[in-house]
């Protein structure tokens, strides 16, 4: 058996490991775009490694899109066979990629003006919103924890990681030569306490483990802390300055993370009034399909939802989905809150708000969650003067502020935590995934301080025989 890492190797975006067995079942796991590269993440993404006809399963740990945004494209190239992952995180990618469909239409269109006006040649979308909405038909949702036959020798189950709605450890078992080999990819670990999801839950031993490293070198503060933080910035942004808090949020968990602290100030009394909007109506339709799942909520969300019919809604909340209610927002003159996609800030409404309120002093950008180097979120959270968006520069006048740990992303010390109920003399081999090189050698210095041994930081196309 062969594990070839094709994506998220020594980077954060474009998971996608593809395990070949020695009677030629092609299995892939994760199926993501790169993201925050400008043109050259466009070649990136057509450019898979392996021909999609060829791949017999996808076996998807959750729905975002660095992880699954390029199924509709694998299905574009003439992918048939099954995408089995959990119900929920079906349930996600139904709306997720059918909206990034229609952001690759529009990306595209847009671009193409462009290359008009210079007498260039048109080029066309990765994929379609037709092209999303086709590839459902490939789904296969399963519930968590149950033991699903994909054949007579393959076998997964999904075990929550607390990462987003749905998302779990794929854990394989693998039948080769009369011996089980046990695989487990972990995709995204999440925090040990959600403020909305259950726990992230201990996952079979494994023979091989692949795992992610996004913050392998990084501690988060306390929910409560962090919590009180976008509060005071809430405050000090809209009373004491009078200005505009732009909080760009992914649409699936980050944004129904913020709306859900906000709430529970606005029932304790605590949020000062000013208008909020969440300006995305994936958001809007991510939201409905949170309330679907309440199987995937702990005890505290289900709890609430008993004296609290909508966490997710309260006075002085609106969900816009029309876009010339986005476009009016430009001109609302008076303090308020606009929580917007992307999280990274590369695509999106959000890009508009940045380009209207990012050279304001009385403004603020507060960013929630990580963001890849290259992104334009990662040059404003640096520091950056300027931005160029859409073609024009802007001067970075307003206050930039961020709060990781509302990152759906456990630390370096949660993750080892997660990881611990592995036997680790019993791990053939350790593969680390899902972050920058010089973070994930910091990480692999402290899980070998922990115990771990033969550990591997793969490259892009490098290739394991895994006995």
């Given at each position: 058996?062969?594990?070839k890492?094709l994506?998220?190797?020594?980077?954060?975006?474009?998971?996608?490991?593809?395990?070949?067995?020695?009677?030629?079942?092609?299995?892939?796991?994760?199926?993501?775009?790169?993201?925050?590269?400008?043109?050259?993440?466009?070649?990136?993404?057509?450019?898979?490694?392996?021909?999609?006809?060829?791949?017999?399963?996808?076996?998807?740990?959750?729905?975002?899109?660095?992880?699954?945004?390029?199924?509709?494209?694998?299905?574009?190239?003439?992918?048939?066979?099954?995408?089995?992952?959990?119900?929920g995180?079906?349930?996600?990618?139904?709306?997720?990629?059918?909206?990034?469909g229609?952001?690759?239409?529009?990306?595209?269109?847009?671009?193409?003006?462009?290359?008009?006006?210079?007498?260039?040649?048109?080029?066309?979308?990765?994929?379609?919103?037709?092209?999303?909405?086709?590839?459902?038909?490939l789904?296969?949702?399963?519930?968590?924890?149950?033991?699903?036959?994909?054949?007579?020798?393959?076998?997964?189950?999904?075990?929550?990681?607390?990462?987003?709605?749905?998302?779990?450890?794929?854990?394989?078992?693998?039948?080769e030569?009369?011996?089980?080999?046990?695989?487990?990819?972990?995709?995204?670990?999440?925090?040990?306490?959600?403020?909305?999801?259950?726990?992230?839950?201990?996952?079979?031993?494994?023979?091989?483990?692949?795992?992610?490293?996004?913050?392998?070198?990084?501690?988060?503060?306390t929910?409560?802390?962090?919590?009180?933080?976008?509060?005071?910035?809430?405050?000090?942004?809209?009373?004491?300055?009078?200005?505009?808090?732009?909080?760009?949020?992914?649409?699936?968990?980050?944004?129904?993370?913020?709306?859900?602290?906000?709430?529970?100030?606005?029932?304790?009394?605590?949020?000062?009034?000013?208008?909020?909007?969440?300006d995305?109506?994936?958001?809007?339709?991510?939201?409905?399909?949170?309330?679907?799942?309440?199987?995937?909520?702990?005890?505290?969300?289900?709890?609430?939802?008993?004296?609290?019919?909508?966490?997710?809604?309260?006075?002085?909340?609106?969900?816009?989905?029309?876009?010339?209610?986005?476009?009016?927002?430009?001109?609302?003159?008076?303090?308020?809150?606009?929580?917007?996609?992307?999280?990274?800030?590369?695509?999106?409404?959000?890009?508009?708000?940045?380009?209207?309120?990012?050279?304001?002093?009385?403004?603020?950008?507060?960013?929630?969650?990580?963001?890849?180097?290259?992104?334009?979120?990662?040059?404003?959270?640096?520091?950056?003067?300027?931005?160029s968006?859409?073609?024009?520069?802007?001067?970075?006048?307003?206050?930039?502020?961020?709060?990781?740990?509302?990152?759906?992303?456990?630390?370096?010390?949660?993750m080892?935590?997660?990881?611990?109920?592995?036997?680790?003399?019993?791990?053939?081999?350790?593969?680390?995934?899902?972050?920058?090189?010089?973070?994930?050698?910091?990480?692999?210095?402290?899980?070998?301080?922990?115990?771990?041994?033969?550990?591997?930081?793969?490259?892009?196309?490098?290739?394991?025989?895994?006995?």
């Amino acid at each position: 058996m062969k594990i070839k890492f094709l994506g998220a190797a020594r980077e954060v975006t474009g998971s996608k490991h593809l395990i070949t067995t020695d009677s030629g079942k092609k299995l892939l796991l994760d199926c993501g775009m790169f993201q925050g590269k400008g043109l050259e993440t466009d070649g990136m993404n057509r450019d898979l490694g392996f021909e999609p006809e060829e791949i017999d399963h996808i076996i998807l740990t959750h729905a975002h899109i660095d992880h699954a945004g390029l199924i509709p494209y694998m299905y574009k190239r003439g992918f048939r066979g099954s995408v089995v992952c959990t119900n929920g995180t079906r349930d996600l990618c139904a709306i997720m990629l059918s909206d990034s469909g229609f952001i690759q239409e529009h990306d595209t269109d847009t671009f193409n003006k462009r290359r008009t006006k210079k007498g260039l040649p048109l080029v066309t979308p990765i994929y379609t919103q037709q092209d999303a909405v086709a590839c459902m038909s490939l789904f296969i949702g399963v519930p968590s924890d149950m033991n699903f036959r994909i054949d007579e020798n393959i076998k997964v189950r999904f075990t929550s990681t607390g990462h987003m709605l749905g998302s779990g450890v794929a854990n394989l078992q693998i039948i080769e030569k009369g011996q089980i080999k046990r695989i487990a990819y972990t995709g995204d670990i999440g925090r040990p306490v959600d403020r909305i999801l259950s726990s992230p839950v201990p996952f079979p031993q494994a023979d091989v483990l692949i795992t992610e490293s996004t913050y392998g070198d990084r501690l988060h503060q306390t929910d409560e802390d962090a919590d009180m933080e976008l509060l005071e910035v809430l405050t000090e942004t809209c009373l004491n300055k009078r200005g505009k808090l732009i909080i760009p949020a992914f649409s699936v968990g980050r944004t129904q993370e913020i709306v859900y602290t906000l709430n529970n100030f606005f029932n304790a009394g605590r949020l000062p009034r000013v208008d909020i909007f969440v300006d995305s109506p994936l958001a809007v339709n991510a939201t409905t399909v949170f309330r679907m799942h309440s199987e995937c909520f702990n005890e505290d969300f289900k709890k609430l939802l008993e004296i609290d019919d909508d966490p997710f809604g309260f006075s002085g909340l609106t969900y816009i989905t029309k876009q010339e209610d986005s476009k009016k927002l430009n001109d609302h003159k008076e303090p308020c809150v606009i929580i917007s996609a992307s999280g990274m800030m590369e695509a999106g409404r959000v890009k508009h708000h940045l380009a209207n309120n990012i050279s304001d002093p009385k403004n603020t950008v507060l960013a929630v969650g990580y963001c890849s180097p290259a992104t334009l979120g990662a040059r404003i959270i640096g520091g950056a003067k300027e931005v160029s968006i859409f073609g024009t520069v802007y001067p970075v006048n307003a206050e930039i502020r961020s709060i990781e740990s509302f990152s759906g992303h456990a630390d370096y010390r949660e993750m080892i935590q997660f990881l611990g109920c592995q036997e680790k003399s019993a791990i053939e081999k350790t593969f680390i995934v899902h972050g920058e090189y010089e973070t994930q050698k910091k990480y692999v210095a402290t899980l070998q301080q922990e115990g771990f041994k033969n550990i591997e930081i793969p490259a892009k196309g490098q290739e394991f025989e895994v006995l």
